[in-house]
């Protein structure tokens, strides 16, 4: 098993840019990671330690390659006691529901026994024309807190 899964959900392809990214910045400081592009729930072991990358589309919405796994979470509710994660949100002020997947996710994550790993971070692209930059400065404080 890998040290880290990320888990992307996107719908234009940006958060699976980031989490590619970061799976490279997590692999260059000695950890192996796993990148599932919209899991499905037989993919994902559920222990060790998981990084949710997603943009939010719709109002407030999960993105369709991330549904799986959301309704995986609200109707099965895993027991994920053994997983810790962590969590970047992308999406636009322009919204009121800014950031509403990664919220979602992080709330269901929680009601399954998941504990989180630091705060969650939430890139606002009208702010970071590219979103992999402030993902690669949390990401700096967020793998030492694995230790
Ligand atoms: C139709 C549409 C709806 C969106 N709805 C939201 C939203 O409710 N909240 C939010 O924070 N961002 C919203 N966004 C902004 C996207 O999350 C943002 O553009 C993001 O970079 C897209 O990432 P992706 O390439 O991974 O899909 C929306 C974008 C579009 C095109």
Not at 20 to 46: R, Y
């Amino acid at each position: 098993m890998a040290d880290i899964t990320l888990i992307s959900g996107s719908t234009l392809g940006g958060a699976e840019y980031v989490a590619e990214h970061l799976a490279e910045q997590l692999e260059d400081a000695g950890f192996t990671t796993e990148t599932l592009h919209g899991p499905v729930a037989d993919e994902l072991s559920t222990d060790g330690i998981w990084l949710v990358v997603s943009s939010t589309h719709g109002a407030g919405d999960i993105p369709d390659n991330l549904l799986p796994f959301y309704e995986y979470l609200r109707e099965e509710k895993p027991d994920l006691s053994a997983v810790r994660f962590g969590a970047i949100g992308i999406g636009s002020r322009e919204y009121d529901t800014f950031c509403g997947a990664i919220d979602k996710l992080d709330a269901e994550m929680k009601a399954c026994g998941a504990k989180q790993i630091g705060e969650t971070l939430k890139i606002n692209v009208l702010e970071h024309d590219i979103p992999e930059d402030p993902a690669e400065l949390w990401l700096g404080s967020w793998k030492n807190l694995l230790k």
